[in-house]
């Protein structure tokens, strides 16, 4: 880790006050936000998420509002996903791609109505992209950043502790469908989604004076559950195999690519942008796509830059993310691999920051 | 300051190697890059870099390509700056704004030629407005973000070191102008333009195997000069004027607010995006502004959020930068003020982090 410098610049957040006070101890930078990675320690963390609950600032998830006649017909240029019979309750998660087929953004869009949306963004500028389409092709919505600050509360104890601060109603909330809830005289969307695999929700904080109220309001209610602040957790998420914009998939790749092809099953007259290569793309397949991936050895020091893959000395893929992983007691990581190489069972050389070692490929990720 | 988590998605550059070996002691992020922030120490950066030469790893100005037959159409659009007398060798300060005027980024353009253009952006992705907008309006462009690593060389004796690498011809490069230097077996635009007030030059690094021995040849060259490693110093730009996007100014602020006034002269065939709302700004003038400001007291801590001014109680703007100069001997910042309280020699209250003070609003920042 090295030391960061502080300025406005790199947005503290209106849940910072809760972070400090419950000892966090390092930071990454999110869409120019602090976005906490250690409170205790990351390994305690991920033991702490897998068996309790979490409140986690993920303040840095930036909302684009796209509000007005036009909102759907943009929303539908900017994914090949099918929106169509999406709900007004409903969460999907959309890839965004540019003309070449790129992911942009891997985010979750959020449906209030037709003419109404809010795109929950990872760690790329989202806003700028969708603003310069709308206005390039002069569409009649406006586009801004709300002042939303999303709150994730995360772990197998997540039902009940939001359930004694927003009543029995939240538990009925669906996979990726939301509700409105009350607190306080105000109330929030409340949605079953959150990145990790172990349960919970994300709460769509408006207007930041509630933010510390809310937070103090799931601690106070919680101490029995062993509630903490926590956040994303490098273990889990990739045991989960759940990606990270930047980290394992940019610009330089295609939703197919992601292993994201599920989400990329166009309505037939959807003019996304991109549609054309991505249809070539499918009738093909993808050249390369993310796998699960063990490294032998004891425990790696987690990359900072891709780890090339080799077969037989040529490179046929990198490692983008990788840990120890307790609770299966080997090296996880995900990686990107190309078509002749990937089979689960294909053994491979590693160039990792712990020096030369093999790697295999795996049929799946550690959990679902 | 704060621990910084590292991962692929917060790269390193091709400097890093040097940066590292120079005894970087902190960073900060910006466009999901590392930027050095410190070496010896704030301070004694401040010394070394009004007195001798420095090399500055600012790879994270990242660079956005216009490159078609409708490039200059597409530029004309981004910005209010009229461009129509701009030559192939010339390098603009231009502000870029929304449909609102708001600032999306205060980049540095560089004209290759009429279909040919970089923009080295400050910290936003430019690249996703510039994108979105061409294809939008189904422009004949291609915009990307081409491999260039910008490495600054910057303080009084800039000039000697740059002519011992470069020859003498590179002290013939005008103020915002550049030329093509040769470099090995490649050459490089090198720009005389940079990020304080103490002259210099920007060396836009095309291909990075070329990155580090040019470091090295720097340093060999410069060693009886005092060559340091150094980065943006925040006390020498507080005193030079120097605005920081994101800190002294946001989406939320005009280009007039900022006093960029002058680089918002458009052609009168310029239909850039907001022109009617800043026609309307140039017209009534704008109702707050940048102003250079001193605070009262012993050395303050810089802010890591906006400082508010207040008049007789009431909230009339706000300061963003700050830091104790050593050559001013007083505390001197940036702000932005309300018209009826801008006048030079108008004493305000400011909450600093360090309790209330008084600030005072200055004529002139403190260097040229």
Known sequence: MSLLSKSRRLRETPFTPGV??????????????????????????????????????????RQVELWGPDASKLMKRLTPRNLDK????????????????????????IKHSDDRWWISIADSDLLFWVKGLAIGAGLNVRVIEPDVYPLAVQGPKADDLMARVFGD????????????MRFKDTKFIVARSGYSKQGGYEIYVENEIYAMPLWD????????????????NLIER???????????????????????????????NNDFIGREILEQEIANGPSREVRPITISGDAVTPPTAPWPL??????????????????????????????????AGTILDIDT????????????????
Chains 1, 2 share one sequence.
């Open 86 to 109: 999406m709900q007004d309750d409903q969460c999907y998660y959309v890839p965004v791609v540019d003309e070449n087929g790129g992911m942009l953004n891997d985010p979750v869009a």
């Open 353 to 368: 920051s712990n020096g030369p070692r093999q790697a295999e490929v795996k049929a799946e990720f550690w959990s679902k």
């Open 238 to 268: 990739v045991e989960g195999g759940l990606l990270s914009y930047g980290n394992d998939m940019t610009m330089a790749n295609t939703p197919l690519e992601c292993d994201l092809g599920r989400f990329c099953k166009p309505a037939e």
């Open 217 to 232: 309001a799931l601690f106070d209610a919680g101490a029995d559950l062993n509630v903490r602040a926590g956040c994303p």
């Open 169 to 180: 109603e939240v538990r009925s909330i669906g996979f990726f469908r939301y509700k409105w």
């Open 20 to 61: 400090k006070r419950n000892g966090v101890k390092a930071y990454t930078v999110y869409n120019r936000m602090l976005l906490p990675t250690v409170f205790e320690s990351v390994e305690a963390d991920y033991h702490h998420l897998k068996n309790h609950v979490q409140v986690w600032d993920v303040s840095c998830e």
């Open 310 to 343: 080799f077969k037989e000395g040529k490179q046929v893929g990198s490692v983008t993310s990788a840990a120890w992983s307790p609770d299966f007691q080997e090296n996880i990581a995900i990686g990107m691999v190309e078509t002749g190489s990937w089979d």
